[in-house]
RNA sequence: CGGGGCGUAGCGCAGUCUGGUAGCGCGCUUGGUUCGGGACCAAGAAGUCGGAGGUUCGAAUCCUCUCGCCCCGACCA
């Protein structure tokens, strides 16, 4: 493509409402414009990435057996009815009505239109397993959207289903996906860890999460330094303590092992006590009210703990799990945020359960449950008989690794990009997605769903590959593969060398973007290091009279000098050869789910 | 949905408090000088001041309503 031809419109600036690195470059570099919230037009170079993560997509998803199809944006409601999501999915979901009112949606995904299409041909057996997927525009009404594609109301997502006699094989469908997915964001150039996710309502016993390690990432992860286990913090498993978690300290109030209650007026968070008591806020324990399924509930974590909801709601058994307001608290236990304590009394029948690390804590510090007091001195074991003890606090950076207990966790933000689910019989079951097996029983399907957000890919990668002067596109997914600036335009010579290498280039199959404005050098070097294409020529009178062309790497500081001679044979090779640095990383081995 | 902020030329912003001919930078057009990391000079084009209603001799500015966008939080996968 010829720049001076072409719809690509840079920004020095860049806009008031882009905030996260992705978002500011794509909108300066020319890649997309917002047309609402969270909705984008995708410009000629913005296109061309997409179109490229989606044919990574296609390839690998195709080798691991699956069929591409297409289904509906436009959604009838009777299909989300029979799956009972008419009712459950909120606001989040659009709904409009056509001119007859009969009522439809906008799939923000596809299970029941999938469930209909393989439910209708297909009902034996022999028919299985099936793997179908599409790649689509999909719509959520996010209450926020934001971050430019990290978190748009629409985009673009690859959406796969499998069907299978059982659960043995969907699991092995499963597998088959974790697998690709693995050789696509490799194949991306992306660094990214498949962490357990949280199976949630859905109840499955298996799900993946593939996060693409960034600081702007929305999702806190933790990741083990010795082995292969890395998860959402939700989902960490925290190894048991080998010892308890708050110990007598050395002096004070920190020292003291005999229960008294001191006075600590209006210090209400943990911060302000451990200050005002001169304890580090080890010392402390926090007491939370939580209200679980209508009951309210005492839960304890150590004072620079964080309270993870859903381990809590996992110890309970609960169904819906939420931190009380001021007022149910004051009417559980009798007395304000700030104040409570586990150790009586307590005004209503409340539960009260701790973090396993505060099984045999001494020398605590807690609410005292009366207002502007707090106890120390507090011994677990002797001061709380009815207390229980489960996992409740998030796992953190530098705690033990649970699963090969010798490694440590290392904390990472993620960005979200893949996850894959296995469904079980949710959504074939009540849509009688059944088949017939080999001893004629009719049996529902085992599902699996896969997604991939191809446009947050786009996003996530630029999020990893940037620096100061914009973004350094990993080959397979950028938008040409080779840039060449002509920096004289008005010199016959140059403009005679730029044109051969570009005819020669792309006679070789190279994608190149040449730039044949004429501007001025400085221009042309900010707006390709903007773009990103990942090998830079630079066709200049100044080397061109010795023979010579520079080329750079987008991500190297200096260029280096090569022949006119045989520059294009030079370059072809080049781009292969970092194509296959890409392919040879999917093809190395990579852990597996278990 | 709660809290906060912002809508003025394609982009970034000033002007609004204290009403009186709509401005600056970038970009764009034309001419000239330049030409290896976003040049300089000169001349230009371009805005229903988000929209509607009101107050006023007069509204970007004051009042009411409304639409849109961004941020923080809660929510969801």
Redesign the pocket.
Request: cysteine-free; aromatic content about 6%.
């Given at each position: 493509m010829r720049l001076s031809a072409a719809f690509l419109p840079?920004?020095?600036?860049?806009?008031?409402?882009a905030?996260v690195v992705s978002h500011v470059l794509l909108a300066?570099g020319g890649y997309i414009r917002?047309v609402?919230?969270?909705v984008y037009n995708f410009l000629p170079l913005g296109w061309r990435v997409v179109r490229k993560i989606e044919e990574i997509v296609r390839q690998e998803m195709d080798r691991a057996g699956a069929q591409e199809v297409l289904m509906p944006a436009a959604v009838p409601a009777k299909l989300w009815q029979e799956s009972g999501r008419w009712e459950q999915y909120?606001p989040?979901l659009l709904r409009f009505k056509d001119r007859k009112g009969a009522e439809f949606c906008i799939g923000p995904?596809h299970e029941e239109v999938i469930v209909e299409m393989v439910r209708r041909d297909t009902s034996s057996y022999r028919d299985l397993p099936l793997n179908l997927y599409q790649i689509q525009a999909k719509f959520r009404d996010?209450?926020?959207?934001?971050?430019g594609l990290m978190r748009g109301r629409e985009f673009i997502m690859k959406d796969a289903y499998s069907f299978d006699v059982s659960d043995e094989r969907a699991l092995a469908a499963y597998d088959a996906m974790y697998a690709a997915y693995a050789r696509i964001f490799r194949r991306c150039g992306l660094d990214f860890r498949a962490v357990e996710a949280d199976t949630?309502?859905?109840g499955g016993s298996r799900s993946h999460e593939f996060q693409v390690l960034a600081e702007s990432g929305?999702?806190a992860i933790v990741a083990c330094d010795r082995c292969t286990y890395a998860a959402n913090v939700e989902q960490a498993e925290v190894a048991a303590p080998t010892a308890p978690g708050i110990v007598p300290g050395a002096a004070g109030h920190a020292a003291t092992t005999e229960r008294a209650q001191v006075a600590t007026p209006g210090k209400k968070s943990i911060e302000d006590v451990a200050a005002f008591l001169g304890v580090p806020q080890t010392q402390l324990i926090k007491a939370l009210v939580y209200m679980a399924d209508g009951k309210p509930v005492l839960a304890l974590v150590r004072g620079d703990r964080g309270l993870n909801e859903v381990a809590l709601k996992k110890a309970l058994g609960a169904k819906h799990v939420?931190l009380a307001r001021d007022v149910e608290v004051v009417d559980a236990i009798g007395v304000a945020p700030g104040f409570v304590g586990p150790v009586g009394p307590l005004r209503g029948e409340v539960a009260v359960w701790a973090d396993a690390e505060l099984r045999g804590a001494r020398g605590a510090v807690c609410g005292a449950n009366a207002a502007d007091a707090h106890l120390v001195g507090v011994d677990v074991e002797r001061d709380l008989p009815g207390v229980r003890f489960a996992p409740l606090r998030f796992a953190e950076p530098g705690d033990r690794c649970p699963r090969c207990g010798e490694g440590t966790y290392r904390g990472f933000k993620g960005i979200?990009v893949g996850?894959v689910?296995f469904l079980g019989t949710k959504y074939s079951a009540p849509m009688q997605c059944d088949f017939v097996d080999e001893q004629g029983a009719t049996k529902p399907m085992v599902m699996g769903c896969y997604g991939i957000g191809i446009t947050r890919v786009a996003a996530a990668a630029i999020e990893q590959n940037h620096d100061a002067?914009g973004i350094c596109w990993p080959i397979s997914i950028a938008p040409y593969e080779v840039e060449i600036v002509a920096?004289?335009a008005?010199d016959v010579a140059v403009m005679a060398a730029a044109q051969a290498l570009y005819d020669g280039l792309r006679a070789r199959g190279v994608e190149v973007l040449f730039d044949d404005r004429d501007?001025?050098?400085?221009?042309k070097?900010?707006?390709?290091?903007?773009i990103g294409v990942p090998l830079r020529v630079?066709v200049?009178?100044?080397?061109?009279k010795d023979g010579k062309l520079?080329l750079?790497a987008r991500r190297d500081a200096q260029?280096t000098l090569i022949a006119v001679d045989g520059a294009v044979e030079l370059l072809a090779a080049r781009v292969a050869e970092e194509h296959q640095k890409l392919r040879d990383a999917a093809d190395a081995p990579w852990g597996s789910p278990s």
């Open positions: 840079t920004l020095k600036e860049s806009p008031a409402d905030q300066r917002q609402a919230a969270g909120g989040e995904t996010e209450m926020r959207p934001r971050a949630g309502a859905i929305e999702d939420y979200e996850h689910f002067g920096l004289q008005g501007e001025r050098p400085g221009a070097f900010k707006d390709a290091d903007l630079a200049g009178a100044r080397s061109l520079e750079k260029p």
